[in-house]
């Protein structure tokens, strides 16, 4: 009778849906040592990319192109590499949080319209541009995780501007 009642009110359902989410979270968890080989990789890659893409940049006709890509590319690769040392959801978490969100909204914009304007629009000028930006909005992100940096950055800034 218990067991008839427990799956007429829907809590056996939830008592095996919770199951599932644990077997699942269970067997995604990584160990500490694959998670550090996975940044590394990563991290390997994305670099990879990056040397590649300023190195296509000496070929004719295609260059800028091949640039345009391995860099991003190589960007995409470098922020996906933090993705395993925290895990994904709680970089997302830390990328939407209130001392990050523009930097990162800017950053993630800058990846998009970079690959527009060189696929889409084919303006290579502006194509720079967003690359150029990318770079900025990369670091100002990465300096973020460095507490007081941008602080001090800002006030040094200021100073010189005085």
């Known amino acids: 009778m218990d067991k ?3 799956v007429l009110s829907g809590e056996e359902a939830r008592r095996d849906d919770r199951n599932i989410i644990q077997q699942v979270n269970q067997a995604s968890t990584l160990g500490w040592g694959t998670r550090i080989k996975g940044f ?3 991290f390997v890659v994305g670099a ?3 040397v590649l893409g300023v190195c ?3 070929l004719p006709k295609i260059g800028i192109t091949l640039f345009i890509v391995f860099y991003t590319f190589g960007n995409i690769c470098a922020l996906c590499s933090t993705m395993f040392l925290m895990g994904p959801m709680k970089q997302l978490k830390r990328m939407c949080d209130k001392t990050r969100a523009l930097a990162t909204t800017i950053m993630l914009t800058c990846l998009v319209l970079t690959l527009c304007a060189a696929f889409w629009w084919k303006n290579f000028g502006l194509a720079l541009l967003f690359v150029i930006l990318q770079v900025l909005s990369f ?3 990465s300096l973020s995780y460095i507490p007081c940096v941008r602080e001090a950055i800002m ?3 200021a100073m010189f501007i005085k």
């Open 48 to 50: 990879a990319c990056t």
């Open 139 to 141: 670091t100002w992100y």
């Open 40 to 42: 590394i990789a990563c």
């Open 4 to 6: 008839l009642k427990s």
């Open 56 to 58: 296509a940049l000496f």
């Open 155 to 157: 006030r040094m800034l």
